[in-house]
T-cell receptor, first 114, second 114 residues
Framework: IAGITQAPTSQILAAGRRMTLRCTQDMRHNAMYWYRQDLGLGLRLIHYSNTAGTTGKGEVPDGYSVSRANTDDFPLTLASAVPSQTSVYFC?????????????FGPGTRLTVL | DAKTTQPPSMDCAEGRAANLPCNHSTISGNEYVYWYRQIHSQGPQYIIHGLKNNETNEMASLIITEDRKSSTLILPHATLRDTAVYYCIVRVPEHSGGYQKVTFGIGTKLQVIP
């Protein structure tokens, strides 16, 4: 069982370009999340999805969009990248039907926007 | 979510038990204690969680005081691979239509020494 996979591992992107970060989980978790982690700011929630077909905005959603067409995949799209979106991006998932809703994280994507 | 307080850093000799404390004096009755760790450049890794009883799994043990105002994560035989930042968080599992993000504080940087 792989858990959560993210792709790419790292990427350098020119400002203004479109980029999709991929996230796939094989735990059949109903909820998925996208965070960004920046030095001194900790983890910040970008978007989330409580179940396939639904999405919601987190703390810092501007400039990002997500979709949840099925249970396993939760891609994050930057429509027109800007340098302030340089960060490490983590995808997470959880089983909201369990008693404790523990979130499990992927390995991350390191994105640099020039 | 209740605030947690952890020492910023600790050292532990390889092979010895690492005992990482966490204070959460304002914890409410329905909040769980979770522990995660983050090894440099990797995604946060879930370790263990508990409500009021002590818990043990293949990675660690969690000791929660009777008044639930503090807890200790125990790594019974620390290895060099356990060098990481350890985060203690308290949160209520979210089961309604909203979301529950994971918020890490500063954490404890554990250095396992050969």
């Amino acid at each position: 069982i792989a858990g959560i996979t993210q792709a790419p591992t790292s990427q350098i992107l020119a400002a203004g370009r479109r980029m999709t970060l991929r996230c796939t989980q094989d735990m059949r978790h109903n909820a998925m999340y996208w965070y960004r982690q920046d030095l001194g700011l900790g983890l910040r929630l970008i978007h989330y999805s409580n179940t396939a077909g639904t999405t919601g905005k987190g703390e810092v959603p501007d400039g990002y969009s997500v979709s949840r067409a099925n249970t396993d995949d939760f891609p994050l799209t930057l429509a027109s990248a800007v340098p302030s979106q340089t960060s490490v991006y983590f995808c997470a998932s959880s089983d909201r039907s369990s008693g404790t809703d523990t979130q499990y994280f992927g390995p991350g994507t390191r994105l640099t926007v020039l | 979510d209740a605030k947690t307080t952890q020492p910023p850093s600790m050292d532990c000799a390889e092979g010895r038990a690492a005992n990482l404390p966490c204070n959460h004096s304002t914890i409410s009755g329905n909040e769980y204690v979770y522990w995660y760790r983050q090894i440099h450049s990797q995604g946060p890794q879930y370790i263990i969680h508990g409500l009021k009883n002590n818990e043990t799994n293949e990675m660690a043990s969690l000791i929660i005081t009777e008044d639930r105002k503090s807890s200790t994560l125990i790594l019974p035989h620390a290895t060099l691979r356990d060098t990481a930042v350890y985060y203690c968080i308290v949160r209520v599992p979210e089961h309604s239509g909203g979301y529950q993000k994971v918020t890490f504080g500063i954490g404890t940087k554990l250095q396992v020494i050969p």
